[in-house]
């Protein structure tokens, strides 16, 4: 991206070919570092927009911010903490560089609404490292497995839930999500009890997963607390998301897990794994349970 | 805390009674929100004073400044982005509280020191959600099991690492860490390789543990890549915390492990138990390996 005069729109002439990245089309707000959404209905879960499209639109900022200044282009550690619900319609993203290094930077972005007294409103703070995935060493020594669930043709359509499930969940339009069944019980009233969810994910119109796909997918599966029988609303009151790697093409398989439910709190851990078997995407939130659904 | 004007020490009148204490003591800055603290050569780790004093040092001024305004008094969860290595000397906290609610506070700091030009270098950016621990619910149900390791007494004290060792390590003084003798193996040349480090802690001095403690306690161990025989420097991108329980007076247990080293970088995953067999804490760092000892 070249250097640009604080009028442009950010994506004049790019073509947007996705709903994901048309949920992160960014225009100038007329003052450098601060860049204007929209957000779409089509990204609700209950009455918030979800936090993981929240995240991949602040790293979009992030990565437009850098770009201007030359610097790096992807997230390799992002942290969202939740100020207050977001709802659909436009946002403003204030950025600011911290730090730019030889091979990291440091960077924080405030989203903010027009509340109902028209002052502004922060939804999402966000701190992040950018770096860039394409020159970082090649090694890798993991020990850590994929999930082992069915494939996609066996896994059940986040899409056949219940017309009741899928009228709070306008995101899941967007997204193809096929659950594992031996961790979807809780759909029908018989959650496994250990605190875990398998899932494939890709975009329904195709789009392709990248480093800011990576950030939605962390947040993008039911809440792990279902599989514990804990049905209610779960706000996330923090994520962090570390993207390891550029994903392959095609389907991203995703874990879910929780150990820990305690004082009306859970950590939830996601792992994302490519479509070549590479774990991309590791992220921790620590989640509210059994609240009442807004406010806080 | 009651209300004070701008030109109170912030601890003035209260006995410090310990090397944590004083290392977390505040002055005020003249300016509401501005907090001074100096960083002491005795919590340097290498060439840099340790993350988890930092972190805990944040945490410090996020309490006080919450405390003036009545507020939140407890890190449920607190994130630190590591820009540039912290030295011995003065150092700067300028706080900034963005939202106030019913249960939980949204909370950020700068921590400053000055550099060789006069310039403020900003050496860590820290965002934080604070409650009350006193008033979260009672219920606990988790599937986490505190590290198996032996006794106290029969496991390896840091303060008997070999000099050379200690000599780059100033922060062990302050320490009373025992190391389970199976995930010590690296100390001899002998990494066990499966990426684990279990160890007790308490503070040398006797202080007993709270959740400014827990904090340094998530980044107090050796590096968990040191187990997986990576013996450079790994310094800290980014280390989240969360605090799950006020912790019981006694020992610390701590359990480190990574799966996943890629791209130059690692995840390093903290559990921290109580004497009573609480999962106290649970904290994961982004890490580089094998990277140079300074800069970035």
């Not at 992160?24 to 089509?42: I, P, R």
């Not at 929240?54 to 900022?61: E, F, P, V, Y």
């Not at 440091?106 to 020159?135: F, K, N, S």
């Not at 009890?193 to 975009?203: A, D, F, M, T, V």
Request: proline fraction near 7%; charged fraction near 20%; include cysteine.
């Amino acid at each position: 991206m070249t250097a640009r005069t604080s009028t442009d729109a950010v994506d004049a002439g790019e073509a947007v070919t996705s709903e994901l990245d048309e949920a992160l089309t960014l225009a100038s707000q007329g003052e450098l570092g601060v860049y204007g959404a929209e957000l779409g209905a089509g990204w609700l879960i209950g009455n918030a927009v979800n936090g993981g499209l929240l995240m991949a639109l602040a790293g979009r900022a992030l990565s437009v911010e850098l770009a201007r200044a030359g610097s790096h282009p992807d997230p390799f550690a992002v942290s969202a903490y939740y100020l207050s619900a977001s709802t659909p319609g436009p946002a403003s993203l204030r950025t600011e560089v911290l730090r730019t290094g030889r091979s990291v930077s440091t960077v924080q972005v405030a989203l903010t609404q027009t509340g109902a007294d028209g002052t502004d409103v922060e939804r999402v703070r966000v701190l992040a490292t950018y770096g860039d995935l394409d020159t970082v060493a090649h090694e890798v020594r993991t020990t850590a497995v994929p999930p082992d669930l069915p494939p996609p043709e066996r896994c059940l359509r986040a899409a056949d839930a219940p017309p009741t499930f899928l009228r709070h969940a306008a995101m899941l339009d967007r997204l193809d999500l096929r659950l594992d069944p031996a961790t979807a019980g809780w759909a029908t009233g018989r959650p496994s009890g250990l605190g875990q969810i398998r899932g494939w994910l890709r975009l329904a119109d195709g789009r392709e997963p990248d480093p800011l796909m990576l950030l939605l997918a962390a947040d993008a599966l039911p809440p792990v607390a279902f599989d514990l029988g804990l049905s209610g609303w779960t706000p996330t009151l923090e994520l962090t998301v570390h993207v390891r790697a550029r994903p392959a093409p095609g389907w991203l398989r995703i874990g879910l897990t929780t150990r820990n439910v305690a004082g009306g709190l859970l950590e939830e851990d996601a792992e994302v794994w490519d479509s070549g078997g590479r774990l991309v995407a590791q992220s921790r939130q620590l989640a509210r349970v059994s609240a009442p659904p807004s406010g806080s």
